[in-house]
């Protein structure tokens, strides 16, 4: 009399050049993997961040020459290029923020987590940094 072993779930490796096109990732995945990259971005624009907070805050006159370089440009950049690197700091913020406060609120209710609420509370996170950024953005270039 032989027990055999219950049959194990067979994992397979993602074929990046096959599977990438149809495989789904959820919601909490996309938050995660953007949670990376706006941390990411936000420390390559740090010195965008430093030369913003000086140039706004020494002077008056400093003050006139950054609010000119986002209507004007610098050089050969244009006005809306730097408005771009800020419209982009900006969702890099308002994100990192947002999914942060869920990666919180999952790390102190853990026993209450459901797949349902990790799939909704991602989504809230992507609708509420993407709106927020349309609204500063729409600001930023001037829309009202």
């Not at 096109?21 to 965008?48: C, D, E, N, Q």
């Not at 290029?81 to 308002?94: G, H, Y």
């Not at 809230?124 to 829309?143: D, E, H, N, R």
Request: positive net charge.
């Amino acid at each position: 009399m032989t027990k055999t072993a219950p049959e194990r779930p067979e994992f397979r490796n993602l074929h990046l050049l096959q599977d990438l096109r149809t495989y789904r990732l959820p919601a909490a995945g996309w938050v995660s993997i953007l949670h990376r990259v706006s941390g990411l971005a936000m420390f390559l624009l740090l010195p965008f961040i430093v030369w913003m907070f000086d140039t706004s805050l020494s002077s008056e006159i400093s003050f006139a020459r950054f609010t000119a370089i986002f209507k004007a440009g610098a050089g050969v950049v244009p006005g809306w290029c730097f408005k771009l690197l800020a419209l982009a700091l900006i969702w890099s913020f308002l994100h990192h923020f947002c999914a942060g406060l869920r990666h919180l609120w999952l790390d102190i209710h853990h026993a209450a987590a459901t797949r349902e609420f990790g799939r909704r509370s991602a989504l809230a996170v992507l609708a509420l940094s993407l709106a927020l950024t349309l609204v500063l953005g729409a600001k930023l270039f001037g829309m009202y």
